[in-house]
């Protein structure tokens, strides 16, 4: 095994050592900045129900969170591609999001009006299980403050430490609040929402539809996710759109964000 960069053998072991004790989020942290110096730093619990827990955040740059808790925590990170992850069990190990976010994700409206915002140009998130239907999220993320996204060597060197992160966060965490069962089914708390709140009766296609636009997806991607054919999408597309009452996507999305906030307060932080 190669050796970690700038002396990060010591972080590591402090990190280690402060296993299921105060501190070791900072020490966590000292050993990321030894390793793949990130801008930001921010620890998520995600739950078969309600909003994410934040376990930790971390950042030199007051943009980045300022609006986590009223926009994202509220109900928008149902959009987030690596909530998609953890509705999906991907197998635990580290992410980038250029490799997991949809195709069209930069063109979404939640790309344009919230995650642009946060001025974040680079994430790898390290995905961890530390009981069941409970995911662990550990971001690292590149944002204004540095303008740089992360060099090759450095997403390397994230997946190659990956296992020992996983190993150490789910035994700090081995005793999170477990969760009652599986991830939520988003299309039909969409459907459920969109008939409740505003009289408008979505088939469970057209819900799954609109959630894949709101996510970012391209016709294409929607039609590979779905088994479906880009024509089949585009009529989807367009009786959804015919039943909303709306023309495009950034109606869909002033439309149904409120639609996806949870009944119950945002997250806490530790």
Known sequence: MKALPNLAEAQLAEAIRLRGLPGFEQALASFFRA???????IILAYRSAGPPLVLYRQTDHPQVFA???????????????????HLRRAP?????????????FQRSRYFIEYYDQTTLIDEITFVAYPSPWVTLNI???????SGRVFAMREVETCSRIA?????????????????????????????????????????????????????????????????????????FRKQLYARCRISSQAELFA????????????????
């Open 35 to 41: 390793v793949c110096a990130p801008d930001n730093l």
């Open 67 to 85: 609006a986590l808790d009223r926009t994202y925590l509220a109900g928008a990170y149902r959009l987030d591609p690596f909530y998609d992850l």
């Open 92 to 104: 635990a190990g580290a992410y980038r999001i250029a490799d997991i976010a949809p195709d069209a």
């Open 139 to 145: 971001c690292v993320g590149r944002d204004a403050s």
């Open 163 to 235: 296992p020992v992160v996983l190993a150490l966060v789910e035994a700090h965490w081995a005793n999170i609040a477990r969760s009652t069962g599986p991830a939520e089914d988003t299309p039909a708390l969409l459907a459920d929402a969109a008939r409740a709140g505003r009289g408008i009766h979505l088939s469970p296609r057209q819900a799954e539809v609109a959630l894949l636009i709101l996510r970012g997806h391209s016709t294409v991607s929607i039609g590979l996710r779905l088994s479906l054919s880009p024509q089949t999408v585009k009529v």
């Open 255 to 270: 439309l149904m964000l409120p639609l996806l906030k949870d009944r119950a307060e945002p997250g806490h932080s530790a």
